[in-house]
């Protein structure tokens, strides 16, 4: 079972930027697809960006151009840089890890096994 850890949420102005981490450990970071969640009162967890164990990156249509995903496998770690933030990108951010090795294409609630406590984003505007 892998163990995910998120920080960097906060209070933003609309147009600001944050950068969310999630520190990984229980099994070979490497191997495994990660994605970012998100989820407002109310309503089902959406999917914000994944990025694969070969590097290769998804994201939900609203946030193309503003976010970036990226990870170091060094550190166990993944990143969410979002940029140009927007009061409706107000959530609850939660990292997610892959059910299964060397994936392509991971995009749905349904491949992430494990899940982070999450983190809260507020974008004022």
């Known amino acids: 079972q892998v163990q995910l850890v998120e920080s960097g949420g906060g209070l933003v102005q609309a147009g600001g930027s944050l950068r969310l981490s999630c520190a990984a450990s229980?099994?070979?970071?490497?191997?495994?697809?990660m994605g970012w969640f998100r989820q407002t009162p109310g309503k089902e967890r959406e999917f914000v960006a994944s990025?694969?164990?070969?590097?290769?990156?998804y994201f939900r249509d609203s946030v193309k151009g503003r976010f970036t995903i990226s990870r170091d496998n060094a550190k166990n770690t993944v990143y969410l840089q979002m940029n140009s933030l927007k009061p409706e990108d107000t959530a609850v951010y939660y990292c997610?890890?892959?059910?299964?090795?060397?994936?392509?294409?991971?995009?749905?609630?349904?491949?992430?096994?494990?899940w982070g406590q999450g983190t809260q984003v507020t974008v004022s505007s």
């Open positions: 229980g099994r070979t970071f490497s191997n495994y697809a």
């Open positions: 990025i694969t164990w070969s590097g290769r990156t």
């Open positions: 997610a890890a892959d059910r299964i090795a060397f994936r392509q294409g991971v995009v749905n609630r349904a491949d992430f096994g494990s």
